[in-house]
């Protein structure tokens, strides 16, 4: 049963990464993967993974769309939001997307959420740090070189849910592991003098709160990705004034 749930899980954090790999390029690809960005007085680029898509939520309850609405709600006329994700992806992974789609425009702001696939397969904090730093570089080019215009928000703890505590590694480890990649990512963000939005300990909340995870048991739900999109609402709000 457990070998079971861990091909599940694995599934579940790269399903979709070669598939859209392969259709970069492709006018399916440009609809999934880089969304349309109707008019609007601010734009708003989204870089990062299944956290960023909403994986097994609608599109509306995704953070970047649930923060899009409130900012909307509050005389900021934010654009849809443009999306550079998919379930699955790495930093590498990540920075060979941004390359394919070719985004030559510059945005309002930006937010980035990436690392998690990167702790699940293992692979090295230094290369993380590496390619961490050269995608917050990238964020702020897309904002223009403005720093203040940045937003990285933390790696959620994926241990604290069904699947986590199911896994092989067990919701200990996986939380010692998320802790060290999210402590490289901050002080990189700090060093480099962007906000910082640490949402880890809430998403802990989902071990005794199961209306914080989506249907599959794994990625947050609505709820959660409400509280995201909360705690930039400010931050951002504050720097279109």
Request: aromatic share 10%; charged share 15%.
């Amino acid at each position: 049963m457990k070998i079971l749930l861990n091909l599940i899980l694995f599934s579940l954090l790269t399903s979709g990464c070669t598939k859209e790999k392969n259709m970069i390029g492709t006018s399916e690809a440009d609809t999934n993967m880089v969304n349309q960005n109707p008019s609007g007085n601010f734009t708003y680029l989204a870089l990062g993974d299944s956290y960023t898509i909403g994986e097994s939520v609608s599109q509306a309850e995704s953070f970047p769309y649930q923060l899009q609405k409130l900012l909307k709600n509050n005389n900021a006329d934010v654009a849809n939001p443009k999306i550079i994700a998919t379930t699955g992806w790495t930093t590498d992974e990540l920075q060979s997307a941004i390359r394919q789609v070719n985004i030559t425009t510059k945005f309002d702001f930006v937010t980035l959420l990436i690392g998690v696939n990167n702790q699940y397969r293992g692979y090295p904090i230094a290369t993380y740090k590496k390619e961490f730093s050269e995608l917050l570089q990238t964020a702020i080019g897309f904002a223009n070189g403005k720093k203040n215009r940045v937003f990285v928000v933390s790696i959620p703890d994926w241990g604290a849910t069904p699947f986590g505590k199911n896994s092989g590694k067990g919701p200990q480890i996986i939380a010692a592991e998320i802790d060290i990649f999210n402590a490289a990512n901050k002080e990189i963000t700090t060093a480099a003098g962007v906000n910082y939005t640490d949402i880890t300990p809430a998403s802990r909340n989902a071990a005794s709160d199961l209306t914080l995870v989506a249907g599959d048991g794994l990625h947050p739900s609505g709820k959660m990705y409400s509280e995201w999109a909360n705690a930039l609402f400010p931050k951002v709000s504050a720097v279109l004034k």
